[in-house]
């Protein structure tokens, strides 16, 4: 009687339907580069206009932008107090994107573990407009 039970128990868990696990969302917001491969390409989750191209072994990072012709091209971005590389022969920086808020791309040295994150400042250009500033300031300790 008990594997009666025991079996009509199993029989209605496999008829009842699973919800399955939902896909991850993050498969191309990065690439998957080789090993000693020198760029990456990565995008935030959270908006396209957060859209890197890092040179692993020297540390330059550029943001993906509109050109005057509405086609885009890679601008080169601030990193303050990156180290220069004398003669790269191999990746020595990561990128990193959190899905919760933009704040958190980071930028860091592999081999010393100095960190950057992303800044966003605005200043009163000659003109007097107002323009956004994208940096990547060295976190404090």
């Given at each position: ?53 890092l040179d692993r072994f020297t ?36 990128l990193f994107s959190s899905g ?42």
């Amino acid at each position: 009687m008990i594997r009666c039970a025991a079996l009509v128990v199993v029989a209605m868990n496999l008829a009842v339907p699973v919800r399955a696990q939902d896909q991850p969302n993050n498969i191309h917001q990065a690439t998957i580069p080789a090993a000693d491969a020198r760029f990456e390409v990565l995008q935030s989750e959270l908006a396209a206009r957060w859209t890197f191209r890092l040179d692993r072994f020297t540390g330059r990072v550029a943001q993906l932008v509109k050109d005057k012709n509405d086609g885009h091209t890679w601008e080169d971005m601030e990193v303050i107090d990156r180290p220069a590389v004398a003669s790269p022969q191999r990746p020595r920086f990561q990128l990193f994107s959190s899905g919760l808020a933009a704040r958190y791309t980071l930028l860091i040295d592999t081999d010393t573990g100095k960190t950057w994150e992303i800044s966003t400042f605005k200043r009163r250009a000659t003109d007097g407009s107002e323009q956004e500033l994208v940096v990547w300031q060295p976190f404090t300790q």
